[in-house]
């Protein structure tokens, strides 16, 4: 099953500088609870911007990255064919993390979104992708002062 997890603001700002604009521990702890010892598909910046930050790859999950790109610092595993990669992991729940262009790519592939709709509006550079919320419906809601947690699932055709 392909997943996306992002946060994102009321006007569907993803990012600044390659970077969140925003800092709400309680996304970060759900985005850890969600993802933990899952896979996690992610580009190139995406990738390079978590390991910027924290030394390393994504702990406790496996790091796959879509990228031409020939080397990766840290334990990040570079997804050279997509269709074979999608194929060996269609028994289990793939997260896609990020940046733009990936979930531009999979929104209209995936089953489930993860979405931490964040309440206050932010200033960035990187939107996610339009898409129609009317082909899922929500499964799942959290309220919290800051966000709200969703999930939603893809309709049957």
């Not at 992002?6 to 569907?12: E, G, I, Q, T």
């Not at 190139?44 to 990255?65: D, E």
């Amino acid at each position: 099953m392909l997943s996306i997890i992002v946060a994102m603001d009321p006007n569907r700002l993803i990012g600044c500088g390659n970077d969140l604009p925003w800092h709400y521990p309680e996304d970060l702890q759900y985005f850890k609870k969600v993802t933990i010892g899952k896979s996690v598909l992610m580009g190139y910046n995406t990738y390079m911007s978590i390991f910027n930050r924290l030394k390393k790859a994504l702990p406790g999950r496996t790091n796959y990255v879509l990228t031409s790109k020939k080397a990766l610092p840290g334990e990040g595993i570079i997804v050279k064919d997509l269709t074979e990669f999608l194929e060996n992991k269609k028994t289990e729940e793939v997260f896609i993390i990020g940046g733009k262009s990936v979930y531009e790519q999979f929104i209209n592939l995936v089953d489930r979104l993860y979405i931490t709709w964040i309440h206050k509006t932010y200033s960035g550079d990187t939107f996610f992708p339009e898409f129609d919320l009317q082909d899922f419906q929500l499964i799942q809601v959290n309220e919290t002062p800051n966000c709200t947690f969703s999930v939603y699932e893809r309709k049957q055709k």
